[in-house]
T-cell receptor, first 111, second 118 residues
Framework: DAKTTQPTSMDCAEGRAANLPCNHS???????VYWYRQIHSQGPQYIIH???NNETNEMASLIITEDRKSSTLILPHATLRDTAVYYC????????????FGPGTRLSVLP | GAVVSQHPSWVICKSGTSVKIECRSL??????MFWYRQFPKQSLMLMAT?????????EQGVEKDKFLINHASLTLSTLTVTSAHPEDSSFYIC??????????????FGEGSRLTVL
């Protein structure tokens, strides 16, 4: 699986949009971009994933560049409960493939 | 989304004893489950891939005789930490995918089990 690079930490003001970047310059054509987050002492929570089109769901939006070498996760109106470690993962589309977690970005939403 | 449940959520045991952690997919079937370990302030590290009806596949550096994995049904995988020592204290997390999701479907994670070995 391709490796990803994320900033170690970010701060965001409550109510503002949080934009979390991820670089995956060696991504292959059959690899999807997934985002998970982990709140302290809990299991990772799925947020969103995509292949090449931008995606939106009730939690977030995922913007993937045209060359697919980077993406941005957008939390449109961050709340204090969004404080967590956010993981960007690229993974090929086959059943047996696991998810490889990097260090992620520690997002702190500040009041 | 689909639910993966782990039990116990936390356990304290004495050094030398064995501890079993259960991972259940509550509303879907999973032919493959993954076991991760997470030490404080670190990311998740894959320990092994659990396959229903067959032997687990262990990552390099993970002792298969120490971390016994059994995946006896499509909804249950167990991890047994044998002869636990204080260095085995960690947060253990399982995950699973539904067989009906398609190859690009997301992985669902359990709540994690925190093991403390005294």
């Amino acid at each position: 699986d391709a490796k990803t690079t994320q900033p170690t930490s970010m701060d965001c003001a409550e109510g503002r949009a949080a934009n979390l970047p991820c670089n995956h310059s060696t991504i292959s054509g059959n690899e999807y971009v997934y985002w998970y987050r982990q709140i302290h002492s809990q299991g990772p929570q799925y947020i969103i994933h995509g292949l090449k089109n931008n995606e939106t769901n009730e939690m977030a939006s995922l913007i993937i560049t045209e060359d697919r070498k980077s993406s941005t996760l957008i939390l449109p109106h961050a709340t204090l409960r969004d404080t967590a470690v956010y993981y960007c993962i690229v993974r090929a589309d086959n059943y047996g493939q696991n998810f490889v977690f990097g260090p992620g970005t520690r997002l702190s939403v500040l009041p | 989304g689909a639910v993966v449940s782990q039990h116990p959520s936390w356990v304290i045991c004495k050094s030398g004893t064995s501890v079993k952690i259960e991972c259940r997919s509550l509303d879907f079937q999973a032919t493959t489950m993954f076991w991760y370990r997470q030490f404080p302030k670190q990311s998740l590290m894959l320990m092994a891939t659990s396959n229903e009806g067959s032997k687990a596949t262990y990552e390099q550096g993970v002792e298969k005789d120490k971390f016994l994995i059994n995946h006896a049904s499509l909804t249950l995988s167990t991890l047994t930490v044998t002869s636990a020592h204080p260095e085995d204290s960690s947060f253990y997390i399982c995950s699973a995918r539904s067989v009906g999701q398609g190859k690009s479907g997301e992985l669902f994670f359990g709540e994690g089990s925190r093991l403390t070995v005294l």
